[in-house]
């Protein structure tokens, strides 16, 4: 072999271990550059994901607190009326006088409005609530029925019950 084809066959392999390491170093620069556009992509997805789930439960705790602060409001008014009834029939059982129809009406439109809080509070509340509710609402409707006949019956505690566990159910969100 004579030097001029030993220079070229030393200039050959010279140009393709070049074009080798170019082609290598674009391979590895390219997967790189893949591979952080697909975690960015990935980490940009779940942060997306996770703002989304703390506004949602943000604004899950928001509508809970308005519905229970508007089923108190209206079971407050509900009362407020049930005690007018409860001292209006024990002031007329003697008389055998029937209690007057005004008063009958202001108390079930407050029932009524209280019934509506109540629907809603069972559509957005937690199950803990939920058992609260229920067993606060048979308590007030054995109220009801008592301040029909001149009784005041106690609400078992439930109200305290259905109080704390609206409490407990606000403060555990995320």
Known sequence: MSIAAAEMAADTTAAWFTLAGALGGILLTSAVALTTAVLTHRWQRQAADDQGRKERDQQLRQ??????????????RFVHQLRKLQRTALEQQGSGAPIPTELTEQTQEAELGWRDAADALFLICGQDVSGAAEAHMYATEDRHHGAEQGEWLSGRGTYRRLNDAMRKELLKLP
């Open 63 to 76: 509508d809970r607190r308005e519905t229970y602060a508007r089923y108190w409001s209206a079971w407050n």
